[in-house]
């Protein structure tokens, strides 16, 4: 009696235990979470993180999810449990300044009435029914962003976290960042001599588009300080002074946003000619640029002289002929077309597009002995081939490159990041300025040059980097259809516009978004199950073409038959017709036998592997609880053994 009631009383209070114990980890234990995912697709990067924690004002984030109407779509409801637990992983990093709201706009519903005056899109369903699946979030100062609506594909989902942290951080600093470029070529337009009957060229739509989003400076290349604004884009750096550059160096090292667009033959720049009254002198004019003492000091280069050219990517374009009579079509070897193979799908900048054009781009390296991080994100086909740049400077003959070109079988890299800890290319000092005597002995003595001229001696390095400046002319991404006044209608041929305005949104984030890195794929196949399907794929192929081929033969046969007519035996003729008609229906069938078996020895095989993965997950719990209670138990036995 004593020992059940000790058995009732010990089995009461392990019940209660259990409850207990359940009940303190949900309340003490909400922060513990633990990732194991193969990419940890549900962590936050240390980019998000430093992104939440520096928020200093309230934002508030409300995010849209009709949960009832999306129950009948698995895939919708795992990728927005997903987008929830990363917003919440903000709510927590951000120590109370996110604040979130999930709101669930059923049909005919204020809140319905409220995504839709927020902006958020509904998708409608074959059941009729409206999916809202989107986030709007505001800030103390009225700033409004939103996600109208979480595409579903694969490569959407990747950059999840990206596009969290980005309207994050655009909510955190509302105000419009300003660019200032820096120059040799007349993007404002300009230029020309009226009276010699020569038009200026117009000002470059391309700041028309960056207006859209940045404020814009353009800025002398004689400029004495860079000040007052947020972004650096240095476009075709041509003849630049090593003052210019000094300035330049000092905003790299102080890790602020810099965007370059440097080129080894830029087409559309007029060139730097030394007797402009000289027609002939524009095709000796100088039209390269470098930046080659910057670059060598932050661990890369421009391949020198030379121009990438690509026989894969090569756009087809008609040509005259070199005797000048005819036109005849022929791929151009040095004006590509980038596709999604070409640019990165890991990459913010490049991750959407598909259509990027340049013209005579140059080939970056990482230098041997460079410590940044080099990362490519636009790259030419393994067909390439670096091409003499002196083969440019009078009209190219596309026929005679196209003919003499030999691949290289490697990428050669258009477009890149540069990160990391860098130091100052004037390691003497600013240029010009006076030297002094007295500078402290413990320096070292690039640091102590570059400090007297009160320059900063190394930093972190934010750089984004391309190849080609011609990409940003008008010609390369707009058709003008027409004027509305002094509107310009156009339409875009590439997406070299969005990846300019891509490049200065992703540095203008600074370290914590260009750090954030693309998610793997949260959605794992069933690779067995999909190895089967393939296997029996295959088999009902092989039996479908061999019904097909009968079903010709058969066909063949007849025809003969009906031929055989003509020799005066049609009784003949058509008993054997009909023996040979019920030949092939009887061929017929039983080839739909077959093919009905192969797909039941396909659904065998899965539903045979799904019983085994069954009772593996119902048996092998117990199975190991009750090995590990035998093996307990012969531990003690050995225990009281020796005692």
């Known amino acids: 009696m004593n020992k059940r009631y000790l058995s009732l009383t010990g089995l009461g209070l392990a019940l209660v235990l259990f409850f207990a114990i359940n009940i303190a980890a949900n309340a003490g234990c909400r922060a513990v979470r633990a990732d194991l995912t193969e990419d940890k697709v549900f962590t936050l990067d240390e980019g998000s993180k430093s992104i939440a924690t520096g928020i200093d004002e309230p934002i508030n984030l409300y995010f849209y999810f009709s949960r009832g109407v999306a129950r009948e779509y698995p895939p919708v409801m795992e990728y927005a449990d997903r987008v929830l637990g990363m917003l919440r992983e903000y709510e927590r990093a951000s120590g109370g300044n996110i604040r979130l709201k999930v709101v669930d706009p059923e049909a005919f519903s204020e809140e319905e009435d409220q995504a839709v005056e927020q902006g958020i899109q509904g998708a409608p369903l074959p059941s009729g029914d409206m999916l809202y699946f989107g986030l709007v979030g505001t800030s103390s100062t009225d700033a409004k962003e939103s996600i109208p609506f979480f595409a579903l594909d694969e490569d959407k989902q990747r950059t999840l976290e990206y596009d969290l942290s980005k309207l994050i951080w655009t909510l955190a600093h509302p105000d419009k960042k300003r660019v200032g470029i820096l120059t040799a070529l007349p993007i404002e337009g300009g230029g020309g001599n009226p009276m010699m009957g020569q038009q200026g060229s117009p000002r470059w739509q391309v700041l028309d588009q960056l207006e859209d989003f940045f404020k814009v400076d353009v800025l002398s290349p004689t400029v004495t300080e860079l000040k007052d604004i947020d972004i650096l884009l240095v476009i075709h750096p041509r003849d630049f002074t090593d003052a210019t550059l000094y300035l330049i160096d000092q905003w790299a090292l102080a890790g602020k946003p810099l965007v370059v667009f440097v080129d080894p033959q830029c087409d559309v720049d007029p060139g730097a000619s030394d007797d402009p009254t000289n027609p002939m002198s524009r095709f000796t004019a100088k039209k390269s640029s470098d930046m080659e003492k910057l670059f060598k000091a932050w661990g890369f280069e421009m391949v020198k002289n030379k121009v990438a050219c690509d026989k894969e990517l090569g756009l087809r374009r008609a040509v005259r002929n070199r005797d000048g009579r005819g036109q005849t079509e022929t791929t151009v070897v040095f004006f590509l077309q980038l596709g999604e193979k070409e640019a990165s799908r890991e990459d913010p900048i490049t991750r959407l597009l598909k259509n990027v054009l340049v013209m005579t781009p140059g080939s970056l390296r990482k230098l041997p002995d460079g410590t940044t991080t080099f990362t490519p994100f636009l790259q030419t086909s393994e067909s390439s081939q670096e091409v003499d740049a002196t083969q440019f400077q009078f009209p190219p003959e596309p026929q005679q490159l196209f003919a003499n070109f030999v691949p290289g079988y490697e990428r050669l890299t258009l477009g890149a990041r540069v990160t990391g800890e860098v130091k100052t290319a004037f390691p003497e000092g600013k240029p010009g300025a006076p030297k002094e005597e007295d500078a402290s002995e413990t320096d070292a003595p690039e640091d102590r040059s570059t400090a007297e001229a009160g320059g900063t001696a190394s930093g972190k390095l934010n750089l984004v980097v391309f190849s080609d400046a011609d990409l940003l002319h008008d010609n390369m991404w707009m058709q003008e259809l027409g004027r509305i006044g002094q509107t310009v209608l156009v339409r875009p041929i590439s997406e070299n516009v969005d990846l300019l305005k891509n490049s200065v949104e992703s540095v203008s984030g600074g370290q914590e978004l260009m750090g954030i ?37 058969a066909e063949r046969r007849l025809n003969e038959l009906q031929k055989a007519k003509a020799d005066g035996s049609e009784e003949l003729v058509t008993a054997e017709q009909r023996k040979e008609e019920a030949k092939v229906r009887e061929e017929f069938v039983q080839t739909r036998r077959d093919l009905r078996d192969v797909k039941h020895q396909l659904g065998k095989d899965i539903d045979g592997l799904g019983t085994s993965l069954k009772w593996l997950n119902i048996a092998l719990m117990p199975a190991l609880v009750c090995a590990a209670a035998v093996a307990l138990g012969a531990m003690r036995s050995q225990q009281r053994g020796r005692k």
């Open 517 to 553: 890195r693309m998610r793997g794929k949260t959605s794992r196949p069933f690779e067995r199950v999909q190895e089967i399907q393939r296997d029996a794929d295959q088999r009902f192929l092989a039996r479908q073409q061999e019904l097909e081929r009968k079903l010709q033969d």
